[in-house]
């Protein structure tokens, strides 16, 4: 079974190791699985998950995304430093 969503999935997981450097393949690798979140699905996947708290869980994480994404474009137009003085005396 050979389509281009598997063979992305393997792809994007391989990590090359480059004179005998293991420790630095492996952390090139776990940060590759951090940002794809599979421990924390592995994780969730060990335990029966009641829809309820499901639902609750999915309804937060939106919620942390749209705040998450809010504070990061205040951040950013506060540390902006070629802005108009508003203040001009």
């Known amino acids: 079974m050979v389509n281009g ?3 992305y999935n393997f792809l994007a997981r391989t990590v090359l190791v480059k004179n005998n ?18 421990y924390i699905r592995a994780k969730r996947q060990m335990f029966y998950e ?15 995304r749209v705040y998450d994404a809010e504070m990061t474009r205040k951040i950013e137009f506060v540390v902006r430093k070629n802005r108009v003085d508003p203040w001009l005396r």
């Open 5 to 7: 969503h598997k063979i």
């Open 21 to 38: 450097e293991i420790e630095m393949s492996l952390k090139s690798l776990e940060r590759v699985l951090g940002q794809e979140q599979l």
């Open 50 to 64: 009641k829809p309820c708290r499901k639902r609750q869980r999915i309804a937060f994480e939106h919620a942390k």
